[in-house]
């Protein structure tokens, strides 16, 4: 069964860092563009950071020069280190393949203070 599995949220004041694990089941997780979403109350959600399977990075431009996407495939894992957190910044973040999509999963809440 193929799934990504989000982790790694939570409260940080703003100015704060947090990092991102997206973790993969699935034995062709290499082969496979992955990308960060998030979705705040009330709007929709939103494309934050991907990553080919190349490693070829691509970013909002809300996060350009605050977060890194990276990927270990040895460990099936993709990382959002997102640094210089906003309030703005607070939602709940997803990851799911760009090439192959999935279903949403759970996500992972960041709330960042003010």
């Known amino acids: 069964q193929v799934q990504l599995v989000e982790s790694g949220g939570g409260l940080v004041q703003a100015g704060g860092s947090l990092r991102l694990s997206c973790a993969a089941s699935?034995?062709?997780?290499?082969?496979?563009?992955v990308g960060w979403y998030r979705q705040a109350p009330g709007k929709q959600r939103e494309f934050v950071a991907g990553i080919t399977s190349g490693g070829t990075t691509n970013y909002a431009d809300s996060v350009k020069g605050r977060f890194t996407i990276s990927r270990d495939n040895a460990k099936n894992t993709v990382y959002l280190q997102m640094n210089s957190l906003k309030p703005e910044d607070t939602a709940v973040y997803y990851c799911?393949?760009?090439?192959?999509?999935?279903?949403w999963g759970q996500g992972t809440q960041v709330t960042v203070s003010s």
């Open positions: 699935g034995s062709s997780f290499r082969f496979h563009a």
């Open positions: 799911n393949y760009i090439d192959y999509n999935l279903s």
